[in-house]
């Protein structure tokens, strides 16, 4: 399965770090310096974000965030406000290999890299301890399917 960002917001929490607004051109426009590459882009506003991009009030949750990332006060999903005319590493970016969904469809963990795993749930945690940390599989498409026949029998769901 194609990555699907799930629009939580967490990959832009520090790129405030890499981002650097160098000039702002008009209200909705901006030149932006990747601190790590050199590379510069001009990004714009997306004209359906216009009001969200004035709401600030995540720099206080999230001080190191993009800037140009923000949170809808209704549906509290992350956007990003220059998403048409962002950079590369930002469209390049997949946040995850195998994403864990637990019953109620929310994220449980996710296998990011080749193996690493993150887990938002205890009970994730201790059933990949106790099945899935030892497995000396090296065939990863292997490894992959031992891994999601384990966590779908104890009821979650895999994006891939």
């Known amino acids: 399965m194609v990555f699907e960002c799930q629009q939580c917001g967490e990959c832009c929490h520090h790129m405030a770090q890499v ?6 051109r008009d209200e909705f426009e901006f030149l932006v310096n990747n601190q790590y590459t050199g590379e510069k882009n001009v990004v714009r506003i997306d004209p359906d974000k216009y009001e969200l991009f004035s709401d600030t009030r995540i720099f206080g949750d999230h001080p190191e965030a993009c ?3 923000r949170y809808h006060p209704k549906d509290r999903l992350g956007y990003c406000c220059v998403h ?3 950079p590369e590493i930002c469209r390049d ?6 994403l ?3 019953s109620r469809g929310k994220r449980a963990g996710r296998v990011m890299y080749r193996r690493a795993f993150f887990s938002d749930e ?4 201790r059933l990949w301890k106790e099945c899935i940390d030892d497995l ?6 292997v490894w992959d399917s031992v891994v ?3 966590v779908t029998r104890a009821g979650y769901t895999v994006r891939k």
Not at 19 to 24: C, R, Y
Not at 136 to 141: I, P, Y
Request: charged share 25%; hydrophobic share 40%.
């Open 148 to 150: 999601i026949r384990i």
């Open 136 to 141: 000396a599989e090296s065939d990863d498409s």
């Open 93 to 98: 970016y997949g946040c995850w290999r195998m």
């Open 84 to 86: 048409l005319t962002r």
């Open 19 to 24: 981002h650097v607004i160098q000039e702002t």
């Open 67 to 69: 800037p140009f990332l």
């Open 122 to 125: 205890d009970d994730l945690s």
């Open 100 to 102: 864990i969904l637990n």
